[in-house]
């Protein structure tokens, strides 16, 4: 199944839906200054180092600050037998400039 980019209506139906893993792979320092509810950090740099330890399962929503870094951690993660493997379109950025709700 190929990398599946998603809007913000549909990254918030996933989100909605529950039982996604909700990958944000900025920086720590980038993170910590606002992230999507429920999502874990995990720098893009250890995703590509070892992505089949990193996101562990399939039905997963990676998220950067623009969406860049995010399709590449994509591919990391589809090239270690990950499938259902999304990427948020614009990113964090794209979130918050719609006003949706970030955790700090």
Avoid at 62 to 90: I, K, M
Wanted: hydrophobic share 40%; proline share 6%.
């Amino acid at each position: 199944m190929p990398i599946r980019p998603v809007s913000l209506s549909e990254a918030q139906e996933l989100l909605a839906r529950g039982g996604i893993d909700v990958v944000d792979v900025r920086e720590t320092r980038e993170w910590g200054g606002g992230h999507l509810p429920g999502s874990r950090n995990v720098p893009l740099g250890d995703v590509q180092r070892d992505a089949a330890s990193k996101v562990p399962r399939d039905d997963v929503l990676f998220v950067c600050a623009h969406g860049v870094r995010s399709l590449t951690a994509a591919v990391a993660a589809q090239r270690a037998g990950r499938e259902r493997v999304y990427s948020l379109e614009g990113g964090t950025a794209a979130w918050a400039a719609a006003g949706l709700p970030l955790e700090r």
